[in-house]
T-cell receptor, first 114, second 112 residues
Framework: KAGVTQTPRYLIKTRGQQVTLSCSPI?????VSWYQQTPGQGLQFLFE?????QRNKGNFPGRFSGRQFSNSRSEMNVSTLELGDSALYLC???WGTGTTGELFFGEGSRLTVL | EDKVVQSPLSLVVHEGDTVTLNCSYE??????LLWYKQEKKAPTFLFML????IEKKSGRLSSILDKKELSSILNITATQTGDSAIYLC????????????FGPGTSLSVIP
């Protein structure tokens, strides 16, 4: 069974640019969550999508957005990049219904903003 | 605001030592406490705890939840260099609509 796949794995952007990250969940999983991880901050929750609808949102500015497609694949977009957006962006999936529990994580997309 | 706190944030031990990692939470409508291990990139699931006082064990790792104290501990006995990782604690709410809130993690280094 294929795991959660995130692309690209690494990318370098400059301030002011925008970036789109992609996440393909495990087959059958309908919930996709995105997290930002920086040293010392742990995993900060960005948003969660379930059946193409944003079900939950963290405390990030509007420059961070996302969407989910009918096949449960999700993308997140960051516009007008700032130096502080440099981080590892992790995507996690699960079935999304019933008991909240184990999240299955991808390897992450490492974004560096210069 | 919901939050999860972990301590210590980092520690260095020698192989063979026993370590205890702490996690405390303040989460509305709390349901379960999760532990993850992050070695390189993707965190991997260790335990899910929902009942107070019941220890979960996997090899040299064990964990227990105390709902009265709103806390959990993760114990690792006879540590090995392969245990070096970031250990993440997370708390979930009762429904699928609740966020999974992560703590900052404890960075464990096991030296030979």
């Amino acid at each position: 069974k294929a795991g959660v796949t995130q692309t690209p794995r690494y990318l370098i952007k400059t301030r002011g640019q925008q970036v789109t990250l992609s996440c393909s969940p495990i087959s059958g999983h309908r919930s996709v969550s995105w997290y930002q991880q920086t040293p010392g901050q742990g995993l900060q929750f960005l948003f969660e999508y379930f059946s193409e609808t944003q079900r939950n949102k963290g405390n990030f500015p509007g420059r961070f957005s996302g969407r989910q497609f009918s096949n449960s694949r999700s993308e997140m977009n960051v516009s007008t990049l700032e130096l502080g957006d440099s981080a590892l962006y992790l995507c996690a999936s699960n079935w999304g219904t019933g008991t909240t529990g184990e999240l299955f994580f991808g390897e992450g997309s490492r974004l560096t903003v210069l | 605001e919901d939050k999860v706190v972990q301590s210590p944030l980092s520690l260095v031990v020698h192989e063979g030592d026993t370590v205890t990692l702490n996690c405390s939470y303040e989460v509305t409508n709390f349901r379960s406490l999760l532990w993850y291990k992050q070695e390189k990139k993707a965190p991997t699931f260790l335990f899910m705890l929902t009942s107070s006082g019941i220890e979960k064990k996997s090899g040299r790792l064990s964990s227990i939840l105390d709902k009265k104290e709103l806390s959990s501990i993760l114990n690792i006995t006879a540590t090995q260099t392969g245990d070096s990782a970031i250990y993440l604690c997370a708390a979930t709410g009762k429904t699928s609509y609740d966020k999974v809130i992560f703590g900052p993690g404890t960075s464990l280094s096991v030296i030979p």
